[in-house]
């Protein structure tokens, strides 16, 4: 007779994508003695790399930094394909047996929180047998991402049901695209569409970068030397250390001097780019947005593949505004038509937080915009939860590592306290709340900024998105520091944490 399926855990992660499978290895390393499940909505692991699959789909930062801290990236390319990185997740989970803990095909609809069991109960709807299930732990670990798995961001277009062509966004790639031959208008200029372009453009007839303003670019090569020399001369561990180290001081200064001197680093990315691209070509007008450099993230050009398909001729960029969709194209405000056969709307993403699951506290709804976020990691008066949401301004998961290093440390505080519940008290009601990320204005924040928690204006109610200031306060800082309060099970009735809950408002 079979057994019985286990549905209570110490631990439940949401997601198995980078940061879920970290959360998991890093688990089995520092607490081994605690149960995991990761509910995962899709059929595989991988998250990111596993739901895009359009043209060209690479890693946007160096997988020396991209890469987990304990698990040295070990290709030549440190700018990698989506399938190289694939396969690094799936041979992660493979290294520490995670695998067998996943539930794949569960969405998690909602997390139910209870003072008196001091246990979350997750509901899921499980997609092959069309039922509802449960799932109880005592710790929820929320790594499902920040955007919309299942629609990605598209503006409704003036008449674009006119247009004889195909339309497809990145995030819903047609496995069966065939664009050889084909006249192609990609509308955007992020880190999609810039991928996109140079891959369509070596088989398309002709391929249009839409925009209505410019991205900053910049090119970088897809290998990193010194990390390829120093991995054949000294052991791959303490070469991977040494470039992570490398690469993680690098953005560091990068992004420091972009936000104190934004003219001088426009101008060294303008002129490096004038470098590689004719003469005949505006880079005033096509390059040259109306922010500063790292108001939003750089567009990274591996091996200057962008600029490459340009000065080739095999790729174009148009810099205006759409007026409408016509049958054969994009008409423009300035008159110009765009015609097309296929236009690519790599036009972004839908920010979401939880995977869109609904959080509940003793049975009242917490939406996490009634929240202060707590070290980047938990929230105000929400017992027994973290959450990764990694940085803006560096590779995603550096915070990955340490948020999970902070998490172990917590159970083990709990454990030492004989405690069931943890929750950080917000100590001043009255303290001014700010924006959960500030001073970056990339459409999919702007969009979604009243859905996201809110930080205050001191430590430990703020979001730094600093590397090595988090690392600090995740890793040494006390995690006993009078502000995260130890509970038992059931030593707050429901009418304690209501009024608890509501005087944080």
């Known amino acids: 007779m079979a057994s019985k399926e286990k549905t209570d855990f110490d631990v439940l992660i949401v997601g198995a994508g980078l940061s879920g499978i970290a959360a998991a290895a890093h688990l089995t390393m520092q607490c081994p003695d605690k149960s995991y499940v990761i509910i995962e909505q899709r059929a595989d692991m991988g998250g990111t790399w596993d739901l895009f699959r359009y ?25 990698a394909d989506g399938p190289a990185i694939w396969d690094y997740v799936q041979e992660t989970a493979d290294e520490y047996k995670i695998r067998p803990n996943i539930r794949f095909k569960n969405r998690v609809l909602t997390a139910d929180w209870s003072s008196e069991t001091a246990r979350w109960t997750v509901t899921t709807h499980d997609e ?66 810039v991928t996109i372009v140079p891959v369509m453009a070596e088989t398309a007839t002709s391929v249009t970068m839409l925009q209505r303003t410019p991205t900053w670019m910049v090119s970088r ?70 922010y500063g450099p790292w108001e939003q993230r750089l567009c990274l050009i591996p091996d200057s593949d962008m600029f490459k398909a340009l000065s080739d001729g095999k790729a174009q960029i148009v810099t205006g505004h759409i007026d409408k969709f016509t049958a054969k194209g994009i008409k423009l405000t300035s008159g110009e038509e765009l015609e097309a056969d296929i236009i690519v709307t790599a036009t972004g993403l839908n920010l979401v937080t939880l995977g869109k699951a609904e959080l509940r506290v003793d049975g009242k709804p917490e939406p ?23 940085y803006i301004n560096a590779s995603w998961t550096l915070k990955t590592d340490i948020v999970c290093d902070y ?49 205050g204006d001191r430590h430990p ?38 009024a608890m809950l509501e005087a944080a408002e």
Not at 417 to 437: G, N, S, T, Y
């Open 55 to 79: 043209p060209g789909i690479r890693s946007d930062s160096d997988m020396h930094t991209l890469g987990y801290r304990f698990k040295p990236w070990l290709h030549e390319k440190s700018i």
């Open 128 to 193: 092959d047998s069309g039922k509802k299930r449960k799932f109880t732990a005592n710790f929820l670990f929320m790594c499902a991402g920040y955007y919309d798995y299942d629609k990605g961001y598209r503006p409704d277009f003036p008449n674009e049901k006119s247009f004889k062509g195909q339309i497809v966004h990145p995030q819903h790639w047609p496995e069966d695209l065939d664009y050889s031959g084909k006249k192609v208008v990609v509308i955007g200029s992020g880190a999609t569409a």
């Open 221 to 290: 090569p897809a290998q990193d030397k010194l990390a390829n020399i120093l991995r054949a001369i000294m052991p791959e561990k303490m070469a991977y250390a040494v470039t992570r180290f490398k690469n993680i001081t690098m953005q560091r200064f990068v992004y420091r001097a972009a936000r104190k001197d934004p003219a001088k680093v426009g101008k060294k990315l303008l002129d490096m780019a004038k470098k590689e691209l004719p003469s005949s070509f505006d880079v005033e007008k096509h390059l040259v947005p109306p």
């Open 368 to 390: 996490l915009a009634n929240h202060v976020s707590y070290k980047g990691v938990m929230f105000s008066d929400i017992p027994n939860m973290a959450s990764i949401f990694g």
């Open 407 to 455: 998490v172990c440390r917590l159970l083990k505080e709990m454990d030492y306290q004989q405690a069931k519940i943890a929750v950080p008290r917000l100590d001043d009601p009255d303290m001014p709340l700010l924006p959960f990320v500030d001073d970056f204005s990339s459409g999919y924040f702007s969009r979604s900024i009243d859905n996201l928690p809110k930080n």
């Open 461 to 498: 109610w703020r979001t730094l998105q600093d590397y090595q200031a988090e690392k600090k306060i995740l890793t040494q800082e006390p995690v006993d520091d009078g502000i995260m309060q130890f509970r038992q099970a059931g030593q707050w009735s429901a009418e304690e944490a209501e």
